[in-house]
């Protein structure tokens, strides 16, 4: 297990607030990721980080913005929060060590009213 | 960028097998890989197999790849309820600045009838 959490697991926030979700990781892997699910799309890529202080935009970023200031945290923040932005959201991190793969978190559900 | 597609929806009996199938578009993949999503729950390895293999067997679980058609296939034997969940096959972007992103298929929801 790659030791890696995600909080809050639920949040309900009001349209309009800025919402922080976290991810940790206690085993140092460079790679660390944020995807979103919905029904009928799978997962889709948000952000993604290689190290810290550097990150990228997936598919879907558009709303969203991230920070790793150090290499076991990685947040990803809703600027000014919208419904389309409900969504059940997923922290992962790619295996450096052992056998390939990549690890994910619990999940965060995220309601925006 | 990568593009995977899965079927939507699988019903079996309890005991057949079940196959669930996945096309995608980058063959230069290392490695792709079959995660599970039991309701309510993370996404869980399910297995994996590195592109210079066609078949890679784990127990209940057989991993075929086709590169020239660029299809990946995972059969379940013997299915049991507790199979019952999502199946997501998913595909590394390749190339040297991909950063290893992960692209998933829709999802295969699996239902096992007793």
């Known amino acids: 297990d790659a030791g890696i959490t995600q909080s809050p697991r639920h949040k309900v926030t009001e349209t309009g607030t800025p919402v922080t979700l976290r991810c940790h990781q206690t085993e140092n892997h460079r790679y660390m990721y944020w995807y979103r699910q919905d029904p009928g799309h799978g997962l889709r890529l948000i952000h993604y980080s290689y190290g810290v202080k550097d990150t990228d935009k997936g598919e879907v970023s558009d709303g969203y913005s991230v920070s790793r200031s150090k290499t076991e945290d990685f947040l990803l923040t809703l600027e000014s929060a919208t419904s389309s932005q409900t969504s059940v959201y997923f922290c992962a991190i790619r295996n450096d060590r052992g056998s390939p793969g990549y690890t994910f978190g619990s999940g965060t559900r995220l309601t925006v009213v | 960028g990568e593009d995977v597609e899965q079927s939507l929806f699988l019903s079996v009996r309890e005991g057949d097998s079940s196959v669930i199938n996945c096309t995608y578009t980058d063959s230069s993949s290392t490695y792709l890989y079959w995660y599970k999503q039991e309701p309510g729950a993370g996404l869980q390895l399910l297995t994996y197999i590195f592109s210079n293999m066609d078949m890679k067997q784990d127990q209940r679980l057989t991993v075929l790849l086709n590169k020239k058609d660029k299809h990946l296939s995972l059969r379940i034997a013997d299915t049991q309820t507790g199979d019952s969940a999502i199946y997501f096959c998913?595909?590394?972007?390749?190339?040297?600045?991909?950063?290893?992103?992960?692209?998933f298929g829709q999802g295969t929801i699996l239902t096992v009838h007793p």
């Open positions: 998913a595909v590394p972007d390749a190339g040297g600045t991909s950063y290893g992103k992960l692209t």
